[in-house]
Structures are given as structure tokens and as C-alpha cells.
């Protein structure tokens, strides 16, 4: 498989346009990747353009390629979404980095009152701009024509407004449906994940509340770093795109 990388200005090509890469990509591709005159290689924009071309330049800072196909991929209707609980750890980075592999559209961070770490000042947008490297990272790793949304940290009342105008799934241990009985509306599906410690019951209450469907992935306890991901692939298949 020809190695995939992101430049997120291109707008359109055409075969036998030139396109390149610069700054990091360019440096990655040709330091250690390895990508000589000659290889091919895949190019997207994270909006569903997908260049396939051929290397004509590879220097540390410019990597240029002649484009041999072009592809532009409508994103998914509708849209899965995870709504991400700050955990302790690397939990919440590591759910981060398989939802994006798996699929998803968009990831929300949360800031529920039982998350043990605290994005607070300089450290929200610091956060936030971690989640959306990694999830950069891993869009080029499974070679994904659209970069999902990394969106700004949200609070419970913030995420009861969201539960309005979406499908809102929440995911609880103790939920009286199941994830694979769900009826799946024709609208954005949003899947929540607690923290290490489950959702307050507070929590449950306003999110229900306001609409969201309370819902188990089975008999086990997953843990947050595992539990959205799962919720993840149970969706992606009940609405075809596995």
C-alpha cells in the first residue's frame, strides 16, 4: 500500500496536475518514510479528496507528485459522533485514536464532574489540540478520506442541548435497551462515554431528560478507552458502511 499524507489546502485536482507537500509531511515522507522519485504515493485534503500520483521531487521540505487519479468521497449520512469523557491516563487518547480508525465523524470532548483530569485554562485548548493531532494521525494510518471533527470541550448542560437535536446514546452499564436494538433515526448519532468512574447520576438524569436513550453494549464493563470504540463498529455496521 503507497503511504497516505494529509494537505489540507488543496481544494481540487485533476490527472497530471502536480501537487505537493511541505513542512512536516514533506520532511516525514522523504526523512523517514523514505519516499524516493519514482513511488507512489496517496495524497487527501481530509474533506474527501483522495490524489493517488507518482513522486517527480522529493526534497526534505517540498515533495511534489504527479497525480495519476482523483477521487472525491461523500462523507457519511448520517454522522456518528463520540462524546469522549476526559480520563485519567492515556484512556481518553487512546479511544480517540480507534474511533478515528473505525470511522468516526466527530469527537467531543467532555468534561463530566466524575473525570479525575480537569482541562482548565491554557490546558483546554492545549487538550483539544492534542486530541485533534491525534486524531489526525490516525485518519493517515487507516487511510480515511475525511479528518473527523475534534470540537471545543463541552460541559453536561452543554451536551443536554446537543441531545435535542441529535439521536443521543448513552452508554450505561445498567441501560434497559440494548446498543444493537437501537432504532437508528435519520439524523446524527451521538454515543457518550463516562469516565473511569460512570456517569453521575445527575448526569443520566438531565442527558435522559432532554432525549437521550440510555443503552448497554452487553453483559461487561468496559472500560472508556474501549467502550466507544465498540459502540463505534456496532453502529458503523447497523448502518452499512461495514
Not at 462523507?75 to 462524546?83: E, H, K, Y
Not at 482548565?120 to 485548548?125: F, I, P, R, T
Not at 493531532?133 to 470540537?151: D, F, N, Y
Not at 456517569?199 to 468496559?222: F, K, Q, S
Given at each position: 500500500?503507497?503511504?497516505?499524507?494529509?494537505?489540507?489546502?488543496?481544494?481540487?485536482?485533476?490527472?497530471?496536475?502536480?501537487?505537493?507537500?511541505?513542512?512536516?509531511?514533506?520532511?516525514?515522507?522523504?526523512?523517514?518514510?523514505?519516499?524516493?522519485i519514482g513511488d507512489d504515493l496517496v495524497v487527501g485534503n481530509g474533506s474527501g479528496l483522495v490524489l493517488t500520483g507518482t513522486v517527480t521531487e522529493a526534497e526534505p521540505l517540498r515533495l511534489t507528485l504527479s497525480v495519476t487519479g482523483a477521487v472525491q468521497h461523500e462523507r457519511d449520512q448520517p454522522g456518528i459522533w463520540l462524546v469522549q469523557a476526559l480520563a485519567k491516563g492515556d484512556r481518553d487518547e487512546m479511544a480517540v485514536q480507534a474511533v478515528t480508525e473505525l470511522g468516526i465523524d466527530g469527537i467531543i470532548p467532555w468534561s463530566a464532574s466524575r473525570s479525575i483530569v480537569r482541562w482548565e485554562g491554557a490546558k483546554v485548548a492545549k487538550g483539544r489540540e492534542r486530541w485533534a493531532a491525534i486524531a489526525r494521525e490516525a485518519t493517515k494510518q487507516s487511510v480515511r478520506p475525511w479528518l473527523p471533527e475534534v470540537a471545543d470541550l463541552v460541559s453536561t448542560k452543554q451536551l443536554a442541548q446537543l441531545a435535542k437535536s441529535t439521536q443521543m446514546l448513552v452508554l450505561d452499564p445498567e441501560g434497559s435497551q440494548t446498543l444493537t436494538s437501537v432504532t437508528v433515526a435519520d439524523q446524527d448519532l451521538v454515543v457518550v462515554v463516562g469516565p473511569e468512574g460512570g456517569i453521575a447520576p445527575g448526569e443520566l438524569d438531565a442527558l435522559t431528560a432532554a432525549g437521550a436513550i440510555r443503552v448497554r453494549l452487553g453483559d461487561n464493563v468496559l472500560r472508556t478507552s474501549t467502550a466507544g470504540p465498540a459502540a463505534v463498529a456496532v453502529l458503523s455496521a447497523k448502518l452499512g458502511r461495514w
Amino acid at each position: 500500500m503507497a503511504h497516505f499524507y494529509l494537505n489540507e489546502s488543496l481544494t481540487s485536482a485533476e490527472v497530471s496536475d502536480v501537487v505537493e507537500l511541505t513542512g512536516p509531511e514533506a520532511r516525514h515522507a522523504v526523512t523517514v518514510s523514505r519516499v524516493h522519485i519514482g513511488d507512489d504515493l496517496v495524497v487527501g485534503n481530509g474533506s474527501g479528496l483522495v490524489l493517488t500520483g507518482t513522486v517527480t521531487e522529493a526534497e526534505p521540505l517540498r515533495l511534489t507528485l504527479s497525480v495519476t487519479g482523483a477521487v472525491q468521497h461523500e462523507r457519511d449520512q448520517p454522522g456518528i459522533w463520540l462524546v469522549q469523557a476526559l480520563a485519567k491516563g492515556d484512556r481518553d487518547e487512546m479511544a480517540v485514536q480507534a474511533v478515528t480508525e473505525l470511522g468516526i465523524d466527530g469527537i467531543i470532548p467532555w468534561s463530566a464532574s466524575r473525570s479525575i483530569v480537569r482541562w482548565e485554562g491554557a490546558k483546554v485548548a492545549k487538550g483539544r489540540e492534542r486530541w485533534a493531532a491525534i486524531a489526525r494521525e490516525a485518519t493517515k494510518q487507516s487511510v480515511r478520506p475525511w479528518l473527523p471533527e475534534v470540537a471545543d470541550l463541552v460541559s453536561t448542560k452543554q451536551l443536554a442541548q446537543l441531545a435535542k437535536s441529535t439521536q443521543m446514546l448513552v452508554l450505561d452499564p445498567e441501560g434497559s435497551q440494548t446498543l444493537t436494538s437501537v432504532t437508528v433515526a435519520d439524523q446524527d448519532l451521538v454515543v457518550v462515554v463516562g469516565p473511569e468512574g460512570g456517569i453521575a447520576p445527575g448526569e443520566l438524569d438531565a442527558l435522559t431528560a432532554a432525549g437521550a436513550i440510555r443503552v448497554r453494549l452487553g453483559d461487561n464493563v468496559l472500560r472508556t478507552s474501549t467502550a466507544g470504540p465498540a459502540a463505534v463498529a456496532v453502529l458503523s455496521a447497523k448502518l452499512g458502511r461495514w
